[in-house]
């Protein structure tokens, strides 16, 4: 019988790689073949390599977590240098808002366009600019202004000078004269006689008193301060807890755009002004034209008489002896440029504006077109509409059913004989110069941060 021989099946196991790489269990496995030691010796150069692989990593984690807190620390530096030189910038709008609020000359003792050093009140350097449109604060209480706050703040970073810097700007507005709120603003008190038609809120700091003949109807309200006493009838009344300032206008912001008109005639001690149309069109004195309609009566030390006239624009009125009278049809109204339509400097002299019953400016007996209409053909009922402004010991209006709508200010001011008292309410919303609240206000949306300079 023949025996054969049989290869081993170690090849077929393995595919692919030498069968002297694999030997039987009991002499262990073997990577001799591709340059590998022993199993031994290579747990051991594992070791040592993962050891050593471990070390850098931690090193490298170490040098990495330095790094990083070192970056982060710079960035915390330079992010608080940046807050700081944002709050610094901030006292500067502070420190102008402040100005405004407590020094009722901010006006005059800041000069537009100049840089003030605020250092003292920040970190670092600080200074803050004031414009207005006209680069003049000074000539119009009813300017904006607008504000920039520049600050700079340095620090050592990182062995470097860091520096930050930051800038704001606002603009701030006047506000209206709560006077102008109120048909009748009276800085003492208020009397109505003789069936005074009031649809309009009355103001006063003394009493305010009706012969129960007045006719209240819907807008109507009276208002005064303790120990001011409100008539019973005149409702509805409310005791305010403080009083109201009354304006002051700077009567040279007028005068120094007015035209100077003279009298039409003079009887003794009186000017007299009669049959007059005062426009921004029409000056029928033959003087020049204004073109905001503002004219000016200095009454050199004598009595003012006003018959006739007609006045679209703004009439000023100073140097009065005994007083201003108004005894015929006249009729005052705006020209549209924000400005009152009367402002009278009569000092310790009253005022009375008393229209008779039925008298009209007439044009073809004048002979003066009064309305601008081409003619001399109309006949115009008298009336006051806008800001009639009195420096006077007392204001009287009436003798007839006149209408007054706008705003009078004055002492001890009288309304009689059925004149018909009406709100304007575009006033409370008018900024009109020597007319403002004296106040500066945020305008909102205004607060911005500008880029700096390179």
């Known amino acids: 019988m023949t025996t054969q ?24 496995f073997r990577f001799s073949a591709f340059g590998f030691p022993n199993r031994g010796r290579h747990r051991g150069l594992a070791l040592y390599a993962t050891t050593l692989l ?71 350097t600080l200074s803050a600019v004031l414009t207005d449109s006209d680069s003049n604060l000074r000539n119009n209480d009813t300017d904006t202004a607008t504000a920039t706050a520049t600050s700079s703040v340095s620090a050592i970073l990182a062995g470097q000078t860091t520096t930050a810097r930051h800038r704001l700007r606002f603009t701030a507005s006047p506000g209206v004269s709560p006077a102008l709120a109120y048909t009748v603003f009276s800085r003492d008190t208020v009397a109505f006689s003789a069936s005074v038609s009031i649809a309009a809120p009355i103001r006063g700091h003394g009493n305010i008193t009706d012969d129960l003949s007045a006719v209240i109807s819907s807008g109507a309200s009276f208002e005064t301060v303790a120990p001011g006493v409100i008539s019973a009838n005149l409702i509805p009344a409310h005791y305010a807890s403080a009083a109201i300032t009354a304006p002051t206008p700077d009567l040279t912001f007028y005068t120094s755009q007015a035209t100077p008109v003279t009298a039409t005639a003079t009887s003794g001690g009186r000017f007299n002004f009669m049959k007059v149309n005062l426009t921004p069109t029409s000056n029928s004195t033959g003087a020049a034209i204004n073109s905001k309609g503002v004219y000016w009566i200095n009454a050199g030390g004598k009595e003012v008489r006003m018959e006739y006239v007609h006045v679209k624009g703004t009439l000023i009125i100073t140097n009065v002896a005994t007083q201003v009278y108004m005894d015929k049809a006249c009729l005052f109204e705006s020209a549209g440029f ?59 209006l009436g003798s007839s059913a006149y209408d007054f709508k ?12 059925g004149v018909r008292l009406k709100y304007d309410s575009a006033l409370s919303t008018t900024l009109m110069p020597g007319f403002t609240d004296g106040k500066m206000h945020l305008v909102r949306g205004s607060v911005t941060e500008l880029p700096l300079d390179p």
């Open 5 to 28: 021989n049989r290869k081993p099946k170690t090849e077929n196991r393995n595919v692919g790689l030498p069968a002297r790489c694999f030997q039987p269990l009991a002499f262990g």
């Open 338 to 396: 924000g400005y009152p339509v009367l402002l009278i400097d009569a000092g310790s002299n009253p005022v009375n504006i008393a229209f008779p019953s039925g008298d009209v400016l007439n044009e073809s007996g004048d002979s003066l077109d009064y309305n601008g209409d081409g003619d001399q053909a109309d006949s115009i009922s008298p009336g006051i509409t806008g800001v009639v402004w009195c420096n006077s010991s007392s204001v009287a």
């Open 54 to 124: 471990i070390s850098l990593l931690v090193t490298g984690a170490g040098l990495s977590l330095v790094t990083l807190q070192m970056i982060h620390r710079r960035l915390q530096r330079g992010i608080l240098l940046n807050t700081q030189a944002s709050l610094s910038a901030g006292a500067g709008m502070d420190y102008v808002f402040w100005s405004f609020a407590s020094d009722p000359n901010w006006r005059s003792n800041w000069n537009a366009g100049q840089t003030y050093d605020l250092s003292s009140l920040g970190m670092g």
């Open 406 to 417: 706008g705003c009078l200010i004055g002492n001890a001011i009288s309304v009689s004989g």
